[in-house]
């Protein structure tokens, strides 16, 4: 603190000779900032701006004062000023990135990170924050999904059967741009595809461009609420797709997308792919999922208080641990996209019958794609494990509990239209154990 | 629109005939909130409460008004007040949780997710919330490493070695408290940990107690950098142990709060564990890596174009993915915990040799701990795959590259104390390729 009393009382007699200097007054404030004199240097560093405009340093400690304050929106102006004066400071690039992206102005945050490394290639938190925007833009699981040849031949063979020449397609959610290709390759006269985030459909337009399909495939930089007939699309489409499923199949808000799509930009006569879709659970168990979800003795020690602070929900990211089904898959909740208009939440009772003897540790949660009447798709836990780029979430039960052939597990489901939950609400048992 | 406005003229005549009735004025504040009339809103949901200032429902109407406007401070007063008036609102609970978590205040917003699931247990967004908030506090890997046997081996044998009949040992990070336990099995007089997470440290006490190690090892919910010699501490330790590394090394202050324990905790004779750290790279392909992180041709179509938008940085979760190095793993930077007492950022560059033929996706991250003169702990990509807690990262080439054995890749490496970044900057083909 002493130092930084020396530093204001110096500052200080500095500017009772030359009152006028900005500089002086910049250092003031900096200084009775560190010493949390808020209102002091507020008033320091205005008065360095009001004597000089221009100078950057007191552009960027006044917003770094107001930031530590919270002030966002001024925060944010006076980082904009000190980039403006001095471009080549990547702290002021970088901190105004930050508040950007806290303000959800993600493409001006991108360009502000992409700015400081261009002042500063090794600056790490711009790298960090290029990369950590990335993964929201395309989160690990897109590569792969790209790549899942299932996937990808189960759409190429409805996409075949659904797509006439002359037809007009109507995508949401465009992604690479590979599924609107395949109905152009199928012969669509006109594919028109959505994509909300700019940076995807940016990419997907020169995926596009460089395939040779730009006459016939339109991607429109848009969220679908905001398409409109007549406008983006020529006429009601022959074909609506879809892939914009997450693990849980609800969320991005896919049921009021597709509500709003039936509603406003699709006829009766629309063929929709997927034309159904389920949310599918089992009871699942095994020693690999155990150790990777509880802990019980471990080194002779026994860990098992510290399982009642688990996530009661987790994503199986480890797809390589062999689980053990411990009842027959179940279609906890049915979505029929083609026949109906609207899907309100629910709330469900199941009595599971368990199916076979082991170590249960909740309940596996994947989903199911029926495409059209032929084909149809799902990530469950027996088939292609390791190869879905959709994760299996579970919803643990308080500790991994012994089942046994022909006990009754009551699960209580719901989802909201945003999000599916389950709970173990009893369990009966009629096992001779 | 019109039905709105409708309401509001219902509401305003209702309250010419009875302008002392709260619930008028709460009705009416709310059409016109929904109608974007915030101001007028305000006023009527103001005027209800100064009517009646038990109406609960005004309170979290005003709140919701509040929120929306971002005006975070006054709309938790309002959710406080409509909790407290109507305590079987889960959707109070639950939105005051939100915004005590934008305010990083945790413990309190847990506590609002749980009431909202008392008053309404199928309440989905609060189950959610407290998986996500319990996601923070035992992150994936946890479990995992508390389960991992080589670890814990490792940590076992080199406290054996340097507890003592008598030692006092201080560790940052308790965890389960396993380590702490050991610690206390080998003799330890006296084990002070420490854990900041307050769920944590209550866990971790409940296990410590459950095991019988009450009397020996104490639990302190801070954060080092508030512990002191004399009132948590009964002196200097004679061991010091901590295992707060994340997959990076860096993450969670760890350089920060060891400078600031030797500083002001430890004494020269205090034996640090581990000793010494290493940051570990190498060059990494293969066909599996590739198609995990790139995309190429898939159903006849080139979708290249699309690898410009993923992330440069990825962890590697899918541990089952077969991984090649194309060099001789590389300690990227060294940390001596022992004889050192600080590490400041460094920036290096380094020219790898290229020891295989192969495509390679880029540059492997992963950690090594020495913990003393006898046992190290790493998790390298060769050695014990799948079995790890540590996610290992892959810093990304802009595009699959093929090299061959005796190409040279120059790569930029920098740590900011917090974080690690690798660059590819060039490449030499010395290959007779």
């Known amino acids: 603190m002493g130092r930084l009393d020396d530093a204001i009382r110096s500052y200080s007699e500095a500017l009772d000779l030359a009152p006028d200097s900005a500089h002086n007054w910049s250092n003031l404030g900096l200084a009775q900032h560190e010493s949390g004199q808020y209102s002091d240097a507020e008033h320091s560093l205005r008065t360095a701006l009001s004597l000089d405009p221009g100078l950057a340093m007191a552009h960027h400690n006044l917003a770094w004062l107001l930031q530590r304050q919270h002030r966002v929106d001024e925060a944010i102006a006076s980082y904009r000023s000190a980039a403006r004066h001095m471009p080549g400071s990547a702290q002021s690039h970088y901190n105004l990135g930050t508040l950007l992206e806290q303000k959800d102005n993600v493409d001006e945050a991108r360009s502000h990170y992409r700015a400081a490394l261009d002042a500063s290639p090794t600056f790490i938190p711009a790298h960090r924050a290029l990369a950590d925007l990335a993964l929201r833009t395309v989160p690990l699981w897109h590569v792969p999904m790209m790549n ?13 059967r659904a797509v006439r020449p002359g037809s007009v397609v109507f995508e949401i959610g465009t992604g690479s741009g590979l599924l609107a290709m395949m109905a152009a390759r199928y012969g669509a006269e006109t594919v028109v595809t959505c994509e909300a985030d700019q940076i995807v459909a940016q990419a997907a337009t020169e995926v596009i461009r460089s395939n040779g399909y730009s006459a016939t495939v339109q991607v429109v930089p848009k ?47 629309t063929q929709v792919i997927p034309q159904s879709a389920n949310i599918m659970i089992a009871l699942v168990g095994g020693d690999a999922l155990c150790d990777n ?18 996530p009661k929900r987790q994503p ?28 309100p939440g629910e709330t469900k009772i199941f009595d599971i019958p368990v199916t ?33 780029s959709w994760t299996r ?41």
């Open 293 to 310: 979800l509880f802990v019980a003795d471990v080194c002779e020690f026994d860990l098992r208080a510290f399982n009642a602070i688990v």
């Open 393 to 433: 979430s579970i919803y643990l039960f308080p500790e991994p509990t012994s089942l046994y052939r022909r006990d009754v597990v009551r699960v209580l489901a719901a989802h909201n239209r945003n999000c599916p939950w389950f709970i173990v609400e009893d369990l009966t048992r009629l096992s001779d154990q």
């Open 223 to 269: 969220h679908s609420q905001e398409m409109v007939v007549g406008e983006h699309l020529p006429r009601s489409p022959d074909v609506f797709v879809s892939e914009i499923f997450s693990s849980e199949l609800l969320g991005e808000h896919v049921l009021s997308s597709i509500e709003d799509a039936k509603r406003r930009l699709l006829s009766p006569q």
């Open 148 to 160: 899942d040849v299932a996937r990808n031949r189960a759409y190429q063979n409805a996409l075949n």
């Open 316 to 343: 199986l990211v480890r797809e390589d641990l062999p689980v053990q089904l411990l009842s027959d898959p179940l279609a906890a909740f049915s979505f029929d996209f083609q026949s109906q208009a609207s899907w």
């Open 356 to 388: 076979g003897d082991g170590k249960c540790v909740g309940i596996l949660q994947w989903i199911r794609l029926q495409l059209d009447d032929e084909v149809a798709f799902e990530n469950a836990p027996t088939s292609r494990a390791g190869s879905s």
